[in-house]
């Protein structure tokens, strides 16, 4: 028999009980600190790439290359740690605090699993899979000792990552927002020390970046689990009573796949929309690449918003508020909305200058401009995309969203990408319109979904 405790009572400095009061200063409260969490924990190989690219061409194609491949699985793990997040949030609405514990330490079982798979790619395969991406032998051979060092250190990323969701899913995003500025702090710092071999240190080159990434992820594993054995947040973690649990462990398993799979699918469409505009030329691609920097931004505004919206909704339904999880939703979508439209309205009125700030060539302010004004079209219904998957994603209904991240990309995008150019005038721009389809197609299935309700039933 579990002990049921009210977190109310636990005279901590994280007493707050988020199925109470005011949603919309709620959904404020934990958003923005993850908002910033999110964005350093995505800025490990863009702080790479700032000192490697003093090396040359080929350090900065290999981090480039392997740091795509690196995240694109990490992406994938990240969906594991939606499923205990999932299933913390109910425990944590419904006041049971033994089985929220229960739940954490399950799947830190299942964290020591996934590292030992990432672990033998990094060690077996990482130089066949940059042969397989076809890049020179110069990249090749700087990138394989990046990527096997990113892929054994990510014994710590995966388990830093569980312990962030476990935070934020019992209601703390302060002390992960506040852990995660320190390891990019260090990391940003440490980083040229070994690349150049500045002070006492060996001059490592694009080693040094993945060491550096490496060791700040690291210590910022070692103070999360401080923070949780130490009760220094709303959820103490604790060993004592410790059993393997293959039931809870295969529940987070299978909550856990779909968000590997739509991690994974998403990836993958972003790397063959990248070989469909490669055949257009550099400007192209550098008019591209600006144009997901831009969309990385609105994206980590909605990602703060419906990451909130998912504790909120999770708890809520631990609690039996399901009316309350609901009307969480709409105010989340509603709020990055509010936001997201302002900014859309705004590159729409600032592309070029916008542009500017990265690269004051015409042509490629040109193009890159006009890119952006495309993409702020969709822009406008991003977050009812971000929103809707991150929320449904919180509560444990992580099969409709796969679908609905699948079909718009592989059966709208896709096809429009390879026959916008082809059988119309707009070139290269019909892959950034048939981007803004895809957008509004996945919009629109999610807010059907969402209003059916049927994610309320859904058991985790």
Known sequence: MREVEDFSRRGTAFDRDWTKGSIIRNLVMLSWPIMISQSLNMMGPTIDMIWVGRLGAAPIAAVGVAGMVVMLVMMATMGLAWGARAMIARFVGAGDAEGANHVARQAFVLGAGVTVVLVSIGIFFAEPILNLMGVAADVVAEGVPYMRIMFVGSMFMVFQMMVESIMQASGDAVTPMKIAVIFRAIHLVVCPFLIFGWWIFPSLGVSGAALANVFSQSLGLGLGLWVLVSGRTRLRLDFSNFSLDFDIIWRIVRIGIPACVMGMQRGLGQLVLMWFIVPFGTLAVAAHTLCQRVEMLMVMIGMGVGMAAGVLAGQNLGAGQPERAERSGWL??????????????????????????????????????????????????????????????????????????????????????????????????GIRWAIVANMAVGAAVYLAYFALGRWKRKRI
Do not use: C, H, Q
Not at 385 to 408: C, K, N, R, Y
């Open 332 to 429: 989340a979508v509603g709020f990055a909305e509010g936001i997201l439209v302002i900014f859309s309205l705004a590159i729409l009125l600032s592309a070029e200058n916008i542009v500017s700030i990265f690269n004051t060539e015409p042509a490629l302010v040109e193009i890159a401009s006009s890119f952006l004004k495309i993409a702020a079209v969709g822009f406008f219904v991003l977050g009812f995309i971000v929103v809707f998957m991150l929320f449904l994603s919180g509560v444990g209904d992580t099969l409709p969203a796969m679908f609905f991240e699948m079909v718009p990309t592989w059966g709208v995008m896709l096809p429009l990408v390879f026959f916008l150019p082809r059988v119309t005038d707009l070139g290269v721009y």
